[in-house]
């Protein structure tokens, strides 16, 4: 698509829920990158793939957080036993080679209660 | 670490004014940087993207600019409009690794 795509746009989880968000990027892009806003205008950078592969988890929490892009599947963001702290809009962008423009989708809106 | 800065943090124009949004990084090894709208409860909206040799670049009435040896960008709107009324933010990509930082954001109102 011409669109980087995210669903769901809204996630209500209780806490120590699971909650899994996806991210089909622009056809074409071969870069994928997962971002967290928490507060207004703090965007925290989670994790990055080139295809299938990580090409920059520095910014994963290690222990509850995943992701993966699978071959011909939408990527996917996962969080293990949710947290309160874990309520944000998380973002996803694609660009078609790494050093270029990022493109963004509409982002998932996470509310843990 | 990179720490990217916006200033003002908000800013209110009349209508047709022209503006000027500061954007400053303290680690001047980037690669590009990228100004972004964020319009109330949607996602970014991408405006220009300055490669770090460039000096500057133009999209209709947005002029955006890079000086990385002292770490500063601008972007210039020209003749604003109400519907430039959203949040501001620039984002630069370092040398090394793959991640944008963001900055604060300055949200800009246009008033009719």
């Known amino acids: 698509g011409e669109e980087v795509a995210q669903t769901p746009k809204h996630l209500v989880r209780g806490e120590g829920q699971k909650a899994k968000l996806y991210c089909a990027p622009i056809?074409?892009?071969?870069?994928v990158f997962w971002y967290q806003q928490v507060l207004k205008n703090e965007f925290k950078f989670l994790i990055s793939?080139?295809?299938?592969?990580?090409?920059?988890e520095t910014g994963m929490p290690k222990e509850r957080f995943s992701a993966k892009c699978l071959p011909n599947s939408p990527c996917s963001l996962e969080i293990q036993a949710t947290k309160l702290e874990d309520s944000a809009v998380y973002f996803c962008?694609?660009?078609?080679?790494?050093?270029?423009?990022?493109?963004f989708g509409p982002g998932t809106r996470l509310t843990v209660t | 670490k990179q720490e990217v800065t916006q200033i003002p943090a908000a800013l209110s124009v009349p209508e047709g004014e022209n503006l000027v949004l500061n954007c400053s990084f303290t680690d001047s090894a980037i690669y590009n940087l990228q100004w972004f709208r964020q319009d109330p409860g949607k996602g970014l909206t991408s405006l220009l993207l300055?490669?770090?040799?460039?000096r500057e670049q133009t999209s209709g009435r947005l002029n955006a600019s890079l000086d990385k040896s002292s770490g500063r960008s601008t972007l210039y709107i020209a003749a604003s409009q109400p519907g430039d009324s959203a949040t501001y933010l620039c984002?630069?990509?370092?040398?090394?690794?793959?991640?944008?930082?963001f900055g604060t954001g300055t949200s800009l109102t246009v008033i009719p």
């Open positions: 984002a630069v990509r370092m040398n090394t690794g793959n991640q944008f930082y």
């Open positions: 300055i490669q770090s040799s460039q």
């Open positions: 793939f080139q295809n299938e592969n990580v090409f920059d």
């Open positions: 056809k074409g892009h071969s870069y």
């Open positions: 962008a694609s660009s078609r080679i790494s050093p270029y423009e990022q493109y």
